[in-house]
């Protein structure tokens, strides 16, 4: 297949899912930013329709991003589809490591957005997980704010922060951002909080 015939066939994805967002009643708001690297985070996430939801927004925008999920999801019979959407999967008792890969990551591509939800599961947390802000760091990267917002029906991008290394301030802009933002199932939102360990 020539550069021709790549371009037309993913103009023709790109149509495919932004018309079956607006059928489902999905809105897109504002744009992915014009940087080479970053983390995109996802929030809130509560749902299993989360996941159909950022796929067709992220075909429809023609911005592919690679996804960290469960290990647990990539040994199912779906696993290979998940890997080919960009899936990476993370075993959390060794988060530590796994932030370090993707920290040599980033550094060894010229591109590089990678997707994460900080609530780390549907299920309710006191918290967030911090591994997201620890890559952010040590990669010297952006965070850019990606959601999903089932009240309204919204999907997209808000805005962009710079990590200074200030885990306290840094979360406070986070919080004041998703503060109004409901997932699918609001009374299962985490948090917008450090875990106790994380506040040393």
């Known amino acids: ?5 790549r371009k037309g ?31 995109l985070v996802g929030a809130p996430h509560t749902s299993n329709w989360d996941f159909p939801v950022a ?18 999801l990539f040994e199912s019979p779906l696993g290979p589809m998940y890997y080919r ?24 591509s010229d591109e590089l957005i990678i997707a ?13 997980k911090t591994g997201f802000y620890h890559m952010a ?4 990267v952006p965070i850019v704010m990606g959601f999903l917002d089932f009240e309204h029906k919204h999907i997209g991008i808000g805005p962009i922060l710079y990590p ?15 503060s109004g933002i409901k997932g699918r199932h609001p009374h299962k939102q985490g948090a917008i909080e450090l875990r106790p360990s994380d506040t040393d």
């Open 164 to 178: 200074s290394g200030d885990i306290h301030a840094d979360f406070s802009v986070l919080r004041e951002f998703y």
């Open 1 to 5: 297949m020539n550069a021709s015939d």
């Open 116 to 128: 994460i939800t900080p609530e780390g599961t549907r299920g309710k947390l006191s918290y967030w």
């Open 137 to 140: 760091v040590g990669a010297g």
């Open 85 to 108: 959407l960009g899936g990476i999967p993370v075993r959390r008792d060794r988060s530590h490591n796994f932030v370090d890969q993707i920290v040599e990551q980033f550094e060894c």
């Open 55 to 72: 796929m067709l927004w992220m075909f429809a925008s023609g911005v592919r991003f690679a996804w960290i999920g469960k290990h647990t």
């Open 9 to 39: 066939q993913n103009s023709i994805i790109q149509t495919l899912a932004s018309l079956l967002l607006k059928i489902i009643g999905w809105q897109i708001v504002g744009n992915f930013p014009e940087l080479p690297k970053y983390v």
